[in-house]
């Protein structure tokens, strides 16, 4: 800032520098270039303007005019834009975000299942302002044809795991914790619900493919077996049911602090039904 170099004017006060008037001789200093209002030629931008189109000044140090934001009370610096240079030599095609034709964004893209490959650069780039930053950002911009189809991701319980991809919980354990916990509304003192990314699982598989294939084999082996004796299994099952139901109501067992015992048998009954049983008596 340096000070105004005043003429008087018929109206007032004009500076030679800045060639700003006043009615009465002003007291505030002089920007040292040509002051504008919000009307001002074309060629003049700010900062933010030569960010869109990709341009930055020569020297930010030596503005070409300004304009005074009475609002917020500060200088907003103007630049020509000869006076300026290309800021990013390597910035795709520059498109505005109401006119960007059939370029997508990435958020645009995964919505319908598509994703740009790694190795591919954008296609166009559009400028947009950031309301959390406040700053203006470039947003990638894509045509479908140069990406690549991703199904969308979606999440996987615990249980869809063992029943879906026929993991056992030393699988589950291999693949990790789990990508996300919500909170479980059906039963308020209950464990979060564990969700995983089917992505993620069907990686994680497909990196261990041999060792995956290897159990499902061995799996459907113990199905096999279980298929051919679930009759006996289950037959045996229920008999020890029913023979513990009948152990409660034996003359000869009773309930200890350390559990159930029984005097003819304490170690555990050999044959089923027990050949021993007799019903206590109610008296």
């Not at 503005?63 to 030599?89: G, T, V």
């Not at 166009?124 to 189809?149: F, Q």
């Not at 008999?239 to 304490?266: M, N, V, W, Y």
Request: aromatic fraction near 10%; charge should be positive; charged fraction near 30%.
């Amino acid at each position: 800032m340096i000070a105004h170099d005043l003429i008087k004017t018929e109206s007032g006060w004009k500076c030679k520098v800045c060639d700003w008037l006043w009615q009465s001789k002003p007291k505030t200093e002089c920007p040292g270039v040509t002051r504008y209002n919000w009307l001002h030629p074309d060629c003049l931008k700010t900062t933010i303007d030569l960010q869109k189109k990709n341009l930055k000044p020569k020297d930010e140090n030596k503005p070409d005019a300004c304009i005074y934001s009475q609002k917020r009370c500060f200088w907003i610096w103007l630049y020509d834009e000869k006076n300026c240079e290309i800021d990013n030599l390597d910035l795709p095609p520059i498109y505005q975000w109401n006119n960007r034709g059939e370029l997508k964004t990435v958020g645009e893209l995964r919505k319908i299942n598509l994703t740009p490959s790694e190795d591919i650069k954008p296609d166009g780039v559009a400028w947009v302002w950031d309301k959390e930053e406040e700053c203006g950002v470039w947003i990638p911009l894509y045509l479908t044809a140069s990406c690549n189809w991703k199904a969308r991701d979606n999440w996987i319980t615990k249980s869809a795991l063992k029943q879906k991809y026929l993991l056992s919980d030393g699988w589950i354990k291999k693949l990790g914790q789990p990508d996300k916990k919500l909170e479980n509304r059906n039963y308020r003192n209950a464990a979060p619900i564990q969700l995983y990314s089917r992505q993620r699982v069907e990686a994680f598989l497909a990196e261990n493919a041999t060792e995956y294939a290897h159990w499902l084999d061995k799996r459907e082996k113990h199905l096999a077996i279980f298929e051919a004796n679930k009759d006996k299994i289950f037959e045996r099952r229920n008999l020890i049911k029913e023979q513990t139901a009948k152990c409660l109501r034996c003359a000869s067992g009773c309930s200890l602090p350390d559990g159930f015992f029984c005097a003819i048998h304490p170690t555990g009954v050999q044959y089923m039904p027990c050949p021993d049983w007799v019903e206590r008596s109610s008296e």
